[in-house]
Nanobody, 114 residues
Framework: QVQLVESGGGLVQAGGSLRLSCVAS????????MGWYRQAPGKQRELVAT???????NYADSVKGRFTISRDNARNTVYLQMNELKPEDTAVYYC????????WGQGTQVTVSS
C-alpha cells in the first residue's frame, strides 16, 4: 500500500511563490510516474504537471514557464515549485503516483490573493 502526504500549501499574494512537497511511502516511488493535479471550487480536477521515473516532464499550458516539477528518489519526494502565482492558481493541489494502479494524496490548499 502506498501513502502520499502533501505539504507546502498556504496563502500567498499574486506574484509570489510556493513549493509543494509530496512524500511517498513504499518502494515503488523511483519506478513510478508522479503527478500534480489541482481542483478549484466548482471545477473538475485537472493536470498540472507530471514527471516520469526518468525525469521526463509535462506541464499544463496554463503553468508552463511558471511551475517546475522535480523529484528526489532518495527521499521518495516529488516537488512542485510554483512561481509568479496568480489568483486563478487557487485550488487544492493533489499528488498522484501512477504504477500498476494509481494513488492520491489528501491534498493541500493553495490560495493566491489578488
Amino acid at each position: 500500500q502506498v501513502q502520499l502526504v502533501e505539504s507546502g500549501g498556504g496563502l500567498v499574494q499574486a506574484g509570489g511563490s510556493l513549493r509543494l512537497s509530496c512524500v511517498a511511502s513504499g518502494s515503488i516511488f523511483s519506478i513510478s510516474t508522479m503527478g500534480w493535479y489541482r481542483q478549484a471550487p466548482g471545477k473538475q480536477r485537472e493536470l498540472v504537471a507530471t514527471i516520469t521515473s526518468r525525469s521526463g516532464t509535462n506541464y499544463a499550458d496554463s503553468v508552463k514557464g511558471r511551475f517546475t516539477i522535480s523529484r528526489d528518489n532518495a527521499r521518495n519526494t516529488v516537488y512542485l515549485q510554483m512561481n509568479e502565482l496568480k489568483p486563478e492558481d487557487t485550488a487544492v493541489y493533489y499528488c498522484k503516483l501512477l504504477s500498476a494502479r494509481y494513488y492520491w494524496g489528501q491534498g493541500t490548499q493553495v490560495t493566491v490573493s489578488s
